[in-house]
């Protein structure tokens, strides 16, 4: 069945890859992961186990009323669809994940509350990328500060 012998450590490692891959993205992995948390007693960050089939999990899906009506029957300029993507993704971010975020709104004299309102954070999160434009003058610099 094995005609070749085995190559050692680089096999190996690649067997190692192998397992780690199955045990961290298959629903098997997450089952046995959940398992362990369960007779251990202890947390697991497994995802639910119908998470691996719905194709989005783990990703900031907008709604269908999310975006203003004006938004619907044009086109919006890059700065709006900036801001609104911007606003999107930091509404998705742990509370932890965004505090440099609310900092540097409150260093530019934003109210950091207003970032995350649905309904006055993309202009809030305009106001702040256009504050930053002295600095960092391209798009991705901006979003990245």
């Known amino acids: 069945m094995f005609a070749r012998r085995a190559r050692g450590l680089l096999d190996f490692t690649f067997a190692l890859l192998c397992v780690w891959c199955a045990y961290h993205h298959t629903p098997a992995g997450a089952l046995v992961r959940r398992t362990g948390a369960w007779a251990f007693h202890t947390r697991t960050t497994a995802r639910p ?3 691996y089939y719905d194709g989005v999990s783990g990703t900031a899906v ?3 009323g999310a975006l203003p009506p004006a938004m619907l029957t044009r086109v919006p300029t890059s700065a709006e669809a900036l801001a609104w993507g911007t606003h999107s993704a930091l509404t998705g971010l742990d509370p932890k994940a965004r505090e440099p975020a609310l900092a ?6 934003i109210a950091p509350e207003t970032l995350l309102d649905a309904g006055r954070g993309p202009a809030a999160t305009r106001r702040l990328l256009d504050a930053l434009a002295g600095d960092f003058p391209s798009d991705e610099a ?4």
């Open 49 to 51: 186990l119908l998470a």
């Open 104 to 109: 540097l709104a409150r260093e530019v004299g």
């Open 142 to 145: 901006r979003v990245t500060a």
């Open 62 to 64: 907008p709604t269908p």
